[in-house]
């Protein structure tokens, strides 16, 4: 646990809470350093099956800290490789879940997208105004969203700066479901408990297996698919749950 950060385990599950109410979860460069401090040592920690990101009731997170970044120049930002954390949370292989209550704006939202999907509270606010600072989206706003929603709907936010609720975003794609504002975080422990009842090894596979799918034609991509569901007769967890299948029981697996 951190200033900026709340971690709990519920079991396989790992809840990572952004803490800065103060500031509607704004990130600033202390809160992005203790994310990633966090979460690698989840990663890699093979009793964590899933990892759930969330904020609290009125913020997700609203964005960059405006107020740190405001006076920074070109070279500080080159010489910092500044949002290059965000990218390295995006790798980390354990399934993530965003949790999402409030706005999730800018930056914040472009940190739920960094999560394999969202699970979004009726009241939610999503949306990049970044254009409405002088600046651009800068850590995936115009290019997640680009692959999640298509170009017009991602050319609309980046452009405008408009917010779209929780409707819209579940109908264009953003999010995977919304639920009553009041079930967010139940409802993605639940999901996340179920992704961390499989082997973690095939919900790595699994997860990696979908992310590279924006990267390879469907040939290359259906080639890829295949050899890795071969690959993964060679582990005990594909013995064990196929025989558990087959005996009408619950599998054990060993994460092997």
Not at 105 to 121: Q, R, T
Not at 156 to 184: F, H, I, Q, S
């Amino acid at each position: 646990m951190t200033d900026t950060l709340q971690v709990t385990r519920d079991g396989r599950v790992a809840m990572i809470r952004l803490n800065r109410p103060e500031a509607l979860n704004a990130l600033n460069l202390e809160m992005t350093k203790n994310i990633l401090k966090v979460a690698e040592p989840l990663d890699a920690d093979e009793s964590v099956g899933c990892i759930v990101l969330t904020g609290n009731e009125k913020a997700f997170a609203a964005g960059a800290d405006i107020k740190e970044m405001k006076d920074r120049t070109y070279p500080d930002m080159l010489a910092k490789n500044h949002f290059d954390e965000w990218e390295q949370f995006g790798r980390l292989r354990t399934p993530k879940i965003a949790a999402v209550n409030g706005f999730a704006l800018g930056g914040g939202c472009e940190l739920a997208m960094l999560c394999d999907f969202i699970i979004s509270g009726e009241g939610a606010k999503f949306g990049q105004p970044e254009i409405k600072l002088g600046v651009t989206a800068g850590i995936g706003g115009t290019q997640r969203l680009t692959r999640a929603v298509g170009k017009a709907k991602s050319m609309d936010l980046n452009l405008t700066g408009r917010m779209m609720d929780a409707a819209e975003a579940l109908d264009c794609g953003l999010v995977a479901r919304v639920v009553p504002d009041d079930k967010v975080v139940d409802e993605a422990m639940e999901a996340a408990a179920t992704i961390a009842s499989y082997s973690k090894p095939v919900t790595q596979i699994a997860r990696e297996a979908v992310m590279r799918s924006d990267e390879m034609s469907l040939a290359e991509g259906l080639m890829w698919e295949r050899r890795i569901f071969y690959s993964l007769f060679a582990t005990e967890d594909q013995k064990e749950g196929m025989a558990a299948f087959a005996e009408k029981r619950k599998p054990n697996f060993k994460h092997r």
